[in-house]
């Protein structure tokens, strides 16, 4: 059946001083950590998604940074592009219809597409990359967050869509509980970056019982 985050509303104080307690053993105080945000993409922000459960290697780091022109370089570059284009954008759940919504993460669209011809890239990994970057507007789309929402494709437009749709519903409680939660650089937490911890916590128990 399919969900919505006003399931998770009850529990979700409890869950995320969980989730960011620094003695817990969650990403929270390494992932969220951003770096310099107008910087190029680095090697180290490509293995900090590994911390998000990926399993990113040479194999899918050095080629990308590597002098040419092909598909992993390619890849790259729209990475960057997406870096620069988001950075100026508004919250992901400020926009007022899925349409400007679209409109605003072309970039992140075409960084999607471009992982079909590159190794063991796949929009999942886009998602866990750019995010820490971008938390205001890129949102982690794994196999926890599309099972919730009954996304059964990677295709990462229907999963926005379905998510958008969710935080209009459930915008006035969550940004109440975000204000609550700062990263350990000093950041107001997102509310993308709430809903995927309320939702992997939740899937994550139900994953164990």
Not at 110 to 129: E, F, I, Q, Y
Request: net charge neutral.
């Amino acid at each position: 059946m399919c969900r919505s985050l006003s399931e998770l509303q009850a529990t979700a104080g409890e869950v995320l001083r969980a989730y960011t307690s620094p003695s817990g053993h969650f990403a929270f105080a390494t992932y969220d950590v951003q770096g310099d945000t107008s910087s190029s993409l680095t090697p180290a922000d490509v293995l900090m998604a590994n911390l998000l459960s990926l399993k990113l290697g040479w194999e899918e780091v050095v080629p990308l940074f590597a002098e040419g022109d092909g598909p992993a370089q390619s890849l790259r570059e729209k990475l960057n592009l997406a870096l620069t284009d988001l950075a100026v954008t508004e919250h992901f759940e400020d926009y007022d219809s899925v349409e400007k919504l679209e409109t605003a993460v072309a970039s992140l669209a075409a960084a999607n597409a471009a992982t079909t011809m590159v190794k063991n890239w796949t929009p999942t990994t886009v998602s866990k990359v750019l995010h820490r970057r971008r938390p205001h507007i890129v949102p982690l789309n794994d196999s926890y967050v599309r099972a919730f929402y009954c996304v059964k494709t990677t295709e990462s437009k229907l999963l926005r869509e379905t998510l958008w749709r969710d935080l209009q519903r459930n915008k006035e409680w969550m940004s109440e509980l975000a204000s609550t939660a700062w990263t350990a650089d000093g950041r107001k937490l997102t509310l993308l970056r709430l809903a995927d911890i309320l939702i992997w916590m939740d899937m994550r128990s139900r994953s164990r019982n």
